[in-house]
C-alpha cells in the first residue's frame, strides 16, 4: 500500500461529536514584567451542555509548558495582572453559579472571591493603576429570572412571568434577553470587595478606561432615547468620577467607538467605526476633556 493511500484510508469526515472536543485559547493578558502570559482556555462541558473556561499561565519565553491556573465545573474568564504582578483577577461563576470577582496569588494558591454582588454578569475587569480598586460592568439579573426565583415557581409548579419589551433590540443570540438591565460601571475596593455603582439609567455602558491618578474613568455609551430605533449606533465617551458624581461627555467624531485609551496627559483616544457602502473601515480619533476638539490620529 503507498503512503498516500495510507493517509487517504486514516482520514474521515468531520462530524457533530468532533466539535464537542475543540478548545479554544482566547484573552492573552502579559504579566507587568513581562516573563509570563495568563490566558484562557475554553472547552466544552458535554454533561451541562455548555462551555467551561479555565485560567492557565505560560512563560512569555516559551521556556516551560503552559500550566494550569485554575479548574473545576465552573467557568473561569477575564484574567487581569494587579499592577504589581502579585495577584490575578478574574470573572468566575464558581460560587452558586453565580459570576463574582475572585483574586488569586500569581504564584498560584486558593483563589477567593472579592465582590459579593448580586445574581447578574461581570464583564470589562479593570484594576486602577495603583492597584487599590478593579473597575468593572455588572448587569443585574431582573428578580423574576434569578436561579432561585426560578427553582421556587419550579417546585410550585408555576409559571414565568410574562416578559415585557420596551426597546427594538431585546435579545442577543448566545447571550438572552436584555429585560431591560443594563451594563453599569462599577468600581470594587481590591482589598474589602465593597463594590458601588458608578453609573445608571435605561443606557448600557461599555470599555472602560482609567485616568493615570485613578481619580476618573472613562467609559463608552450611546444614551440616545431612541437609540435602538435609529438603526445606527452613536457611541460617545463618557467620563465620571471615581468617587462618586455625574456623568460627562468628551467631544467626538459621530459614529460607532471603541477601545478608549489614555496616556499621561488624559487625554482619552477611542477607534471610530466608519461604514462605508464598499465595506467597513475604521479610523482612531483623539478626544481631550473637558472641552477641547477631537483630532484625527489615523
Given at each position: 500500500m503507498s503512503k498516500n493511500?495510507?493517509?487517504?484510508?486514516?482520514?474521515?469526515?468531520i462530524t457533530a461529536d468532533d466539535l464537542l472536543t475543540l478548545q479554544g485559547i482566547s484573552d492573552p493578558q502579559v504579566s507587568p514584567d513581562g516573563a509570563r502570559v495568563?490566558?484562557?482556555?475554553?472547552?466544552?462541558?458535554?454533561?451541562?451542555?455548555?462551555?467551561r473556561g479555565e485560567i492557565w499561565a505560560a512563560p512569555a519565553d516559551g521556556s516551560r509548558p503552559a500550566r494550569?491556573?485554575?479548574?473545576?465545573?465552573?467557568?473561569?474568564?477575564?484574567p487581569r495582572w494587579s499592577p504589581d504582578g502579585a495577584q490575578i483577577a478574574f470573572v468566575s461563576d464558581r460560587q452558586d453559579e453565580q459570576a463574582q470577582v475572585f483574586l488569586i496569588p500569581a504564584d498560584g494558591g486558593e483563589a477567593s472571591a472579592l465582590t459579593r454582588l448580586e445574581p447578574g454578569g461581570i464583564r470589562g475587569l479593570r484594576w486602577s493603576p495603583d492597584g487599590a480598586k478593579i473597575a468593572f460592568?455588572?448587569?443585574?439579573?431582573?428578580?423574576?429570572?434569578?436561579?432561585?426565583a426560578t427553582e421556587e415557581r419550579k417546585a410550585k409548579g408555576l409559571s414565568a412571568p410574562p416578559r415585557v419589551h420596551t426597546r427594538l433590540g431585546y435579545r442577543l443570540d448566545g447571550f438572552g434577553y436584555f429585560d431591560d438591565s443594563y451594563w453599569q460601571v462599577y468600581v470594587a475596593d481590591a482589598l474589602t470587595g465593597e463594590a458601588r455603582a458608578l453609573t445608571g439609567g435605561e443606557f448600557s455602558c461599555g470599555?472602560?478606561?482609567?485616568?493615570p491618578d485613578g481619580q476618573t474613568l472613562a467609559f463608552l455609551s450611546d444614551r440616545r432615547l431612541d437609540g435602538d430605533a435609529s438603526g445606527t449606533s452613536e457611541t460617545q465617551i463618557w467620563t465620571v468620577p471615581v468617587s462618586g458624581g455625574d456623568i460627562a461627555a468628551l467631544p467626538s467624531p459621530p459614529g460607532d467607538k471603541g477601545g478608549p485609551r489614555t496616556d499621561a496627559r488624559?487625554?482619552?483616544s477611542a477607534t471610530r467605526t466608519r461604514r462605508t457602502s464598499g465595506g467597513r473601515t475604521t479610523t482612531a480619533s483623539s478626544c481631550c476633556p473637558p472641552r477641547a476638539a477631537p483630532r484625527?490620529?489615523?
Open positions: 493511500n495510507a493517509n487517504t484510508e486514516t482520514k474521515r469526515p495568563a490566558f484562557v482556555r475554553t472547552a466544552t462541558d458535554t454533561e451541562k451542555n455548555t462551555y494550569k491556573f485554575t479548574g473545576g465545573k465552573w467557568n473561569d474568564n477575564e460592568l455588572y448587569r443585574a439579573t431582573p428578580h423574576a429570572y434569578t436561579k432561585k470599555d472602560i478606561c482609567w485616568s488624559w487625554p482619552t484625527r490620529a489615523t
